[in-house]
């Protein structure tokens, strides 16, 4: 259990209480981590409740490993425990892609996060919730955080829905930077270190999903 029961786990704060998850930070054997504890939902029968809880803890776990695999900066997974509801992983040091921008950074950052996301989806895995609050700048990188609503086997819908969900991101939340989401795309489609991925073609899906929701607005 993860708590003052478990001595390598020292709690330090909550970063985050979602109606979905409880984030806190904190060390795991000295080492910076991040304990992401499910929240039951109480309209929810508690067998359909575990059963999702278990669903989503495997299939983050598992994506964090295939991204380790594939040597794409992420936290790397320490633990976890589908029974009790909580994933355990390293915490990504730097700030998140939301504060860096209202400071006025350089376009070079929008660039990397667009080269960001593209790494991510060579490897077969969408993201689901692509925010400048779930992306972290460090080390003059930009790194992807919690893959919560993330795909292990994505579809090119779900690439293109990765793209859209930043675009409404920065078209709500980031107003004062015009070129953002162009800078994005410029980073997502230099695929020189994805020889295998298309990334002409998430572009494409993406802007045909923009095109359904503003015929459907």
């Known amino acids: 259990m993860a708590g003052n029961e478990w001595l390598p786990w020292i709690a330090l704060e909550t970063i985050h209480l979602g109606a ?7 060390t795991w054997i000295g080492r910076k981590a ?5 929240i039951p939902r109480g309209y929810r029968h508690p067998a359909l409740e575990r ?9 983050e776990a598992r994506i964090l490993a295939r991204l380790s695999e594939n040597k794409v900066k992420s936290p790397i997974l320490f633990g976890i425990d589908p029974e009790e509801g909580w994933i355990m992983m390293s915490k990504i040091d730097g700030q998140s ?4 921008l209202q400071k006025g950074a350089d376009y070079q950052v929008e660039y990397k996060l667009g080269q960001a996301i593209r790494k991510v989806h060579s490897t077969g895995i969408s993201h689901g919730d692509v925010t400048t ?15 919560g609503l993330g795909r292990l086997v994505a579809e090119m819908e779900h690439f293109g829905l990765d793209l859209h969900s ?3 991101c920065l078209s709500a939340h980031h107003v004062d930077r015009p070129e953002s989401m162009e800078k994005v795309l410029q ?20 802007e045909a999903i923009r095109g359904r929701v503003r015929y459907h607005a």
């Not at 892609?97 to 860096?100: C, E, Y």
């Not at 980073?187 to 993406?206: K, M, P, T």
């Open 20 to 26: 979905e998850a409880e984030v806190i930070s904190g």
């Open 34 to 38: 991040i304990l992401k504890r499910r």
């Open 51 to 59: 059963s999702l809880s278990r669903q989503r803890i495997f299939a």
């Open 97 to 100: 892609l939301a504060k860096v």
């Open 133 to 147: 609050l779930n992306a972290i700048w460090s080390d003059d990188d930009v790194i992807l955080i919690d893959y």
């Open 166 to 168: 930043l675009h409404e």
């Open 187 to 206: 980073g997502y489609l230099d695929n020189s270190n994805s020889e295998n991925f298309d990334a002409r073609a998430v572009v494409d899906r993406f």
